[in-house]
């Protein structure tokens, strides 16, 4: 069985970072990171609105260990 931990990192203007672990049992098998941007539908970055940020930032809870 792998358990999946996952947690938002950072939050930005347009951007956001998530940070995963993955475990077996008491074994770290893998970490990862990724980047989220906010775009329109050109494609171009667009700010994340302040009502959902602010929501998002409330749930920075960091490194879930």
Known sequence: R???AVWLA???GASLGMEY???R???LVATARTVH???DLEGRPRRIPAERRA???RSLAGDPR
């Open 21 to 23: 672990e993955i475990h």
């Open 10 to 12: 950072w939050i930005r």
């Open 55 to 57: 929501a998002l930032a």
């Open 25 to 27: 049992g008491d074994e």
């Open 37 to 39: 941007a906010m775009v």
């Open 2 to 4: 792998l358990d999946v």
